[in-house]
């Protein structure tokens, strides 16, 4: 009885630091319940960062900040911010950040003394509405810049070529929607190319030469990386809540957004799979345009 025992004592002194263990994550601030802003374009979720500007900063604070700063030189992080203003004037940005733009050709207005503006989707999947975009559009005459990721290619290539057929610039949005702004020069010039390559293949036509990166995120070196690969980065003087299908704000509330925030230059992102926006396009379209605005494209 006493060797038995102790050969129990044995067993549970093995067992118990092995079975008992608990699984936890390397890395204890990381969300294990979150997917990447990579997989949720993927899959067809859309990415909760992408379009939201930060909330409007207070008296003279400053409007842009960095998300990361690490030690390599060029490498800062950055996520797309301006403040917005009820003026119909273009939003501001620091005076670094404006600097930064112009040293890389990025741009997120387009100033000008024509009233021209400038409208852009997004398109990282589809919900059913872009069809519909796309008859308003032609129905009104306007053309537009289509922002694509890769899963948007694979799963609606004829949507792409009415796209491209009906006169509106087709861009890069990435293959894979990562952070651009901490991703290698390789991984960089991949994300581009394979998107441009798919596209080619689909069309026999090159991509039009503008980029959006994913979620707004960016650094001095992806910004000099697009600009060596002949790209120009669009970021944006207008944007909201648009994305998630699961709580549209309303054509009403897409409609008085836009014409509220209305500035001569301004680049307006919009997302493609929002009911609000696509049941407010033709009025938004049809007001401004009576206002004296003229939509126009990039190039």
Not at 63 to 69: D, E, I, L, N, R
Not at 87 to 93: A, D, F, Y
Not at 179 to 197: A, G, H, M, P, W
Request: hydrophobic share 35%.
């Amino acid at each position: 009885m006493k060797k038995l025992s102790i050969y129990l004592l044995i067993i549970l002194l093995i067992v118990l630091p092995t079975g008992c263990k608990e699984d936890k994550p390397s890395n204890p601030a990381v969300n294990q319940d979150s997917s990447s802003d990579n997989e949720k374009a993927i899959n067809g979720a859309p990415s909760p960062a992408e379009p939201l500007t930060t909330p409007e900063p207070a008296g003279d604070e400053d409007v842009s900040h960095p998300a990361t700063t690490v030690s390599e030189p060029g490498k800062e992080s950055y996520s797309w911010y301006f403040r917005p203003n009820s003026n119909h004037e273009i939003p501001l940005v620091s005076p670094d950040v404006q600097a930064m733009l112009a040293d890389y050709d990025a741009f997120y207005v387009l100033p000008n003394n024509e009233n021209k503006i400038y409208l852009t989707f997004d398109q990282g999947y589809e919900n059913g509405y872009t069809g519909k975009i796309l008859d308003i559009l032609k129905a009104n005459n306007v053309r537009v810049a289509f922002f694509i990721t890769g899963h948007y290619l694979k799963t609606q290539p004829e949507l792409i070529k009415r796209m491209k057929n009906e006169g509106h610039l087709v861009c890069n949005h990435t293959a894979n929607h990562p952070d651009l702004s901490t991703v290698s020069r390789d991984k960089f010039e991949q994300e581009i190319t394979s998107l441009e390559d798919e596209y080619r293949q689909l069309t026999n036509l090159e991509m039009d030469k503008y980029l959006r990166p994913p979620m707004g995120n960016y650094s001095p070196a992806s910004l000099s990386y697009a600009k060596e690969m002949g790209y120009r980065v669009v970021f944006w003087s207008m944007a909201f809540k648009d994305w998630d299908i699961t709580a549209q704000p309303g054509a009403e509330y897409s409609y008085q957004h836009v014409v509220n925030n209305i500035h001569p230059g301004a680049v307006i992102l919009l997302h493609a799979v929002s009911q609000s926006n696509t049941e407010a396009l033709d009025r938004i379209i049809k007001d401004l345009s009576a206002a004296g605005y003229t939509f126009a494209t990039f190039d």
